[in-house]
């Protein structure tokens, strides 16, 4: 019978069903210790995204020096982050550690980012959050030192991604101060300046994160630029506006703008589910697994399934 290891390092099976898949695990078997998860191949894809991203943010000079930091979740209470006094751009697998949401050291050999307090607080108030990176892109962090945000409605691609600019506090980096800093505003903002400090992105994958970080530099460099050349700025028309968050919407991406989720009501949708029901709603249904990895995905389960049986007999 497979084990559980052999299981989830099958090729056959993509990143979204090894994620059922660990939670299906935790039901019926106790799970690995984090240390030996801390090494299982979703674990380590985490950690070679973590240290492509930071060398993409070190090339567009989004950090400086050991500036920035970048965490992803492992599992619900389970967190990789980059360590402290180390260039994003030199940044490798070995320099990463495991991190519980009480700050506790799992694992790793480093000294873990002396920012981590920021990452968890907002993991423990955003359950969509997965990924997050901190760093100072020179024209948004610019705004967060003029205490300005940005016009709003003026490219699509912002009012999308980010949306509206909210702007926290100053308070002195890597105290729990400063991580609470963002907590009145992280459920309905993925992007915040912070003030005299940088900027601060979350969202569903490291890649996706760095685009966010992306979007508003460009942003921010944009308005800026554009305000040179013309003092009043025309923007979007709200109709317009109006549907750039109707597609937010269904992308379930936060916003200030949309109305916070009452007691008892639906979750904003992933990306994918909206996919699927977009497909469902032009008559084209497409399953999400391919036939092959259907086939694979029943048997696992099934064998899984009789092992759980006979191990309780």
């Known amino acids: 019978m497979p084990h559980r290891t052999d299981i989830l390092d099958n090729q056959m099976v993509s990143e979204a069903v ?12 106790p799970v690995d210790h984090p240390r030996e998860l801390f090494h299982a191949p979703r674990a380590q894809a985490l950690k070679k995204e973590i240290v492509r991203v930071g060398r993409k943010l070190w090339q567009r000079e989004y950090v400086d020096g050991n500036g920035g930091n970048i965490s992803a979740r492992l599992s619900p209470e389970l967190v990789i982050c980059t360590p402290t006094l180390v260039s994003k751009g030199d940044l490798r697998i070995e320099d990463l550690s495991l991190v519980d949401l009480d700050n506790c050291l799992i694992a790793g050999n480093r000294p873990r980012t002396s920012e981590i307090h920021l990452h968890l607080e907002i993991y423990k108030q955003v359950a969509q959050a997965q990924a997050i990176i901190h760093c100072h892109p020179p024209y948004a962090t610019a705004h967060a030192i003029a205490g300005l945000v940005p016009q709003p409605n003026l490219l699509p691609e912002q009012e999308v991604l980010v ?7 100053y308070e002195t980096p890597g105290t729990p101060e400063f991580a609470k800093t963002v907590l009145p505003m992280v459920q309905q903002h993925n992007t915040i300046l912070l003030a005299n400090h940088g900027i601060v992105c979350w969202a569903d994958s490291v890649s996706h994160a760095e685009w966010c970080a992306e979007v508003i ?8 630029i554009a305000s040179h050349l013309r003092l009043s700025l025309p923007q979007i028309p709200p109709n317009k506006v ?11 991406l936060p916003d200030a703008r949309l109305p916070r989720l009452q007691s008892g009501e639906q979750k904003p949708r992933t990306s994918s589910e909206a996919s699927l029901e977009s497909a469902k709603g032009n008559g084209d249904v497409k399953l999400p697994l391919e036939k092959r990895e259907m086939e694979v995905l029943v048997s696992i389960i099934t064998a899984e399934i009789l092992r759980a049986t006979e191990l309780r007999r």
């Open 18 to 29: 090894r994620r059922a898949l660990e939670k299906w695990f935790a039901a019926v078997e």
């Open 163 to 169: 949306g509206p600019v909210a702007l926290a506090p």
């Open 217 to 224: 530099e460009t942003y921010c460099k944009t308005v800026m």
């Open 242 to 252: 109006d549907e750039l968050l109707a597609i937010k919407k269904r992308l379930g």
